[in-house]
C-alpha cells in the first residue's frame, strides 16, 4: 500500500484484517458519541435544573448535528487522507464530549451536542474507506464488518450510557467517552491509509453534486427510500420501548432499560452473515428476507411486552433482520461508484437518517397516544413498504460483488 499522501489508492491496496477491525471498533465507537445519555435524560434534566422536555431538546441536537456530518464530513474522506481526516474528526470529537461534561445549561448542552453529533458521522466515513479499500469480491463483507460495529455503537451507546450514568453520573459518562475517543483518534494515523481516493471534485462542488445524484440515480432513490423507512421502523420501536418500560406497570430505572439492547446487539452477528451473502446471491434476496423477519418479529413484541424472554427474543430477531438489510442496501449504494463511494454513502445517509430522527420522534409520541402494540405494528407496516419499494426497484439490488 502506497504512503504517498496525494497518491490515489491502487485498486489492490485491500484492507487487513487487522485494519478492518480497528474499523469496526473505531466505527462503534464514534457513533455511540450520541447516545450514551439517551438513558439518563432524567439525571442530566435534574443535574441542569431542566424540565424533562427542554432537556429532551437540548439532547436532539445530537441527531441534527449528526445529519450535518454526514453532508459535511463524510464527502472528505474521497478528497483527503483518511487518516488525517478520521484523526481529525475523532480529536474533536473528543474535546467536544469532555466540554459537554462541564455545561451548566440547555443551550450550551444543546451547542455541544450538535458538535459532537456532527463529529459522531465518522463511522459513515469508516464504511466509505471500507468499501473503497476492500477487495472486489469480499466488498460486501468487509462492510459487513464494518457495518456491525455502527450497530454496536448504537445499542452499546445506550447500555453503556445507563450503566456509567448509574455509576459516576452522566458528566463521568461524557468524559469516559471523551478519553475513549481521544485514544482512537491517536490510532488513526497509523492504522488508517495516508492515499487519498479517486474523488476529483472540489470539496465545495461535491457538496453541491449531494442532491443531483437522486435524480441521476434510480437505485440511490429506492435504496435511501427503503432504508429510511426501515430506519424509521428500527428507531420507533427502541424508543417507544424506553417510554413504554418507564411507565406503569413496569417503571424500570435507565439501567435496567439499557440491558434490553442487549438482544439487539445478538443481532449484529447477521451483519456479517448478510455480507457474505451479498456477495454470493446479490443484495434483494438478503433483504427481503431480513425485513421479512424484521416485520414479524415487530408485530410479536407488540403483544408480548410482559414476558421479558419472549420480548428479548423478538428484539434479537428484529434487529438482525434490519441489520443485514442494512448491509445488502448499503452495499448496492457504494457499488455506484467503488472507487469514490462517500458521497453516495453520504447522500443515502442523510436520508437514512432523518428517517430514523423521525422513528424516534413518533415512537415515543405513538406510545404515549396510542400504546406499545399500536406502535410496533406501525413499524411493521414500515417494513412492508420498504420490502415494496425494494421488491419493485431496478436491477441494482441483484448486485454481487462477484462479477
Same mark, same amino acid.
Given at each position: 500500500?502506497?504512503?504517498?499522501?496525494?497518491?490515489?489508492?491502487?485498486?489492490?491496496?485491500?484492507?487487513?484484517?487487522?485494519?478492518?477491525?480497528?474499523?469496526?471498533?473505531?466505527?462503534?465507537?464514534?457513533?455511540?458519541?450520541?447516545?450514551?445519555?439517551?438513558?439518563?435524560?432524567?439525571?442530566?434534566?435534574?443535574?441542569?435544573?431542566?424540565?424533562?422536555?427542554?432537556?429532551?431538546?437540548?439532547? *436532539?441536537?445530537?441527531?441534527?448535528?449528526?445529519?450535518?456530518?454526514?453532508?459535511?464530513?463524510?464527502?472528505? =474522506?474521497?478528497?483527503?487522507?483518511?487518516?488525517?481526516?478520521?484523526?481529525?474528526?475523532?480529536?474533536?470529537?473528543?474535546?467536544?464530549?469532555?466540554?459537554?461534561?462541564?455545561?451548566?445549561?440547555?443551550?450550551?448542552?444543546?451547542?455541544?451536542?450538535?458538535?459532537?453529533?456532527?463529529?459522531?458521522?465518522?463511522?459513515?466515513?469508516?464504511?466509505?474507506?471500507?468499501?473503497?479499500? *476492500?477487495?472486489?469480491? !469480499?466488498?460486501?463483507?468487509?462492510?459487513?464488518?464494518?457495518?456491525?460495529?455502527?450497530?454496536?455503537?448504537?445499542?452499546?451507546?445506550?447500555?453503556?450510557?445507563?450503566?456509567?450514568?448509574?455509576?459516576?453520573?452522566? !458528566?463521568?459518562?461524557?468524559?469516559?467517552?471523551?478519553? *475513549?475517543? *481521544?485514544?482512537?483518534?491517536?490510532?488513526? &494515523?497509523?492504522?488508517?491509509?495516508?492515499?487519498?481516493?479517486?474523488?476529483?471534485?472540489?470539496?465545495?462542488?461535491?457538496?453541491?453534486?449531494?442532491?443531483?445524484?437522486?435524480?441521476?440515480?434510480?437505485?440511490?432513490?429506492?435504496?435511501?427510500?427503503?432504508?429510511?423507512?426501515?430506519?424509521?421502523?428500527?428507531?420507533? =420501536?427502541?424508543?417507544?420501548?424506553?417510554?413504554?418500560?418507564?411507565?406503569?406497570?413496569?417503571?424500570?430505572?435507565?439501567? !435496567?432499560?439499557?440491558?434490553?439492547?442487549?438482544?439487539?446487539?445478538?443481532?449484529?452477528?447477521?451483519?456479517?452473515?448478510?455480507?457474505?451473502?451479498?456477495?454470493?446471491?446479490?443484495?434483494?434476496?438478503?433483504?427481503?428476507?431480513?425485513?421479512? &423477519?424484521?416485520?414479524?418479529?415487530?408485530?410479536?413484541?407488540?403483544?408480548?411486552?410482559?414476558?421479558?424472554?419472549?420480548?428479548?427474543?423478538?428484539?434479537?430477531?428484529?434487529?438482525?433482520?434490519?441489520?443485514?438489510?442494512?448491509?445488502?442496501?448499503?452495499?448496492?449504494?457504494?457499488?455506484?461508484?467503488?472507487?469514490?463511494?462517500?458521497?453516495?454513502?453520504?447522500?443515502?445517509?442523510?436520508?437514512?437518517?432523518?428517517?430514523?430522527?423521525?422513528?424516534?420522534?413518533?415512537?415515543?409520541?405513538?406510545?404515549?397516544?396510542?400504546?406499545?402494540?399500536?406502535?410496533?405494528?406501525?413499524?411493521?407496516?414500515?417494513?412492508? #413498504?420498504?420490502?415494496?419499494?425494494?421488491?419493485? #426497484?431496478?436491477?441494482?439490488?441483484?448486485?454481487?460483488?462477484?462479477?
Amino acid at each position: 500500500m502506497t504512503t504517498d499522501p496525494v497518491a490515489p489508492i491502487r485498486a489492490d491496496a485491500h484492507l487487513r484484517g487487522s485494519v478492518v477491525l480497528f474499523l469496526s471498533l473505531a466505527a462503534a465507537l464514534g457513533t455511540s458519541a450520541i447516545y450514551p445519555l439517551q438513558p439518563a435524560i432524567a439525571e442530566v434534566a435534574d443535574g441542569l435544573g431542566l424540565r424533562m422536555t427542554v432537556a429532551g431538546l437540548a439532547l *436532539a441536537c445530537g441527531p441534527i448535528g449528526y445529519l450535518m456530518g454526514l453532508a459535511l464530513l463524510v464527502p472528505l =474522506v474521497d478528497r483527503f487522507p483518511p487518516a488525517r481526516v478520521l484523526a481529525a474528526q475523532f480529536a474533536v470529537l473528543a474535546v467536544a464530549l469532555a466540554v459537554c461534561a462541564t455545561v451548566q445549561n440547555a443551550w450550551q448542552l444543546g451547542l455541544i451536542m450538535t458538535v459532537v453529533g456532527a463529529c459522531s458521522a465518522v463511522g459513515a466515513g469508516l464504511s466509505s474507506v471500507a468499501s473503497r479499500l *476492500a477487495a472486489p469480491h !469480499r466488498r460486501a463483507t468487509t462492510l459487513g464488518l464494518v457495518t456491525a460495529g455502527i450497530s454496536v455503537g448504537i445499542l452499546a451507546g445506550r447500555i453503556a450510557g445507563g450503566w456509567l450514568a448509574d455509576e459516576i453520573g452522566w !458528566r463521568g459518562t461524557l468524559l469516559t467517552f471523551a478519553a *475513549a475517543a *481521544a485514544a482512537v483518534s491517536i490510532c488513526c &494515523l497509523p492504522a488508517l491509509p495516508a492515499t487519498r481516493g479517486a474523488g476529483e471534485r472540489g470539496y465545495l462542488a461535491t457538496l453541491r453534486s449531494l442532491p443531483g445524484l437522486f435524480g441521476r440515480y434510480a437505485a440511490l432513490r429506492a435504496a435511501a427510500a427503503a432504508g429510511a423507512l426501515w430506519f424509521f421502523a428500527f428507531c420507533a =420501536v427502541w424508543a417507544g420501548l424506553a417510554v413504554a418500560l418507564s411507565e406503569p406497570p413496569f417503571a424500570y430505572s435507565a439501567e !435496567r432499560i439499557g440491558l434490553y439492547a442487549l438482544a439487539g446487539l445478538s443481532g449484529v452477528l447477521a451483519t456479517q452473515v448478510a455480507g457474505a451473502w451479498t456477495d454470493r446471491v446479490g443484495a434483494r434476496p438478503v433483504i427481503l428476507t431480513g425485513l421479512a &423477519l424484521a416485520a414479524t418479529a415487530a408485530v410479536l413484541a407488540g403483544f408480548t411486552l410482559t414476558s421479558t424472554p419472549v420480548t428479548l427474543v423478538c428484539l434479537a430477531l428484529f434487529d438482525a433482520g434490519l441489520f443485514a438489510a442494512q448491509v445488502a442496501n448499503q452495499s448496492t449504494v457504494l457499488a455506484l461508484d467503488p472507487a469514490a463511494p462517500a458521497r453516495f454513502n453520504s447522500a443515502y445517509m442523510l436520508v437514512y437518517f432523518v428517517g430514523g430522527s423521525l422513528g424516534t420522534a413518533s415512537g415515543a409520541a405513538a406510545v404515549e397516544r396510542f400504546g406499545w402494540p399500536a406502535t410496533a405494528v406501525l413499524a411493521a407496516v414500515a417494513i412492508a #413498504a420498504a420490502a415494496g419499494i425494494v421488491a419493485r #426497484a431496478t436491477p441494482v439490488f441483484l448486485y454481487r460483488s462477484v462479477r
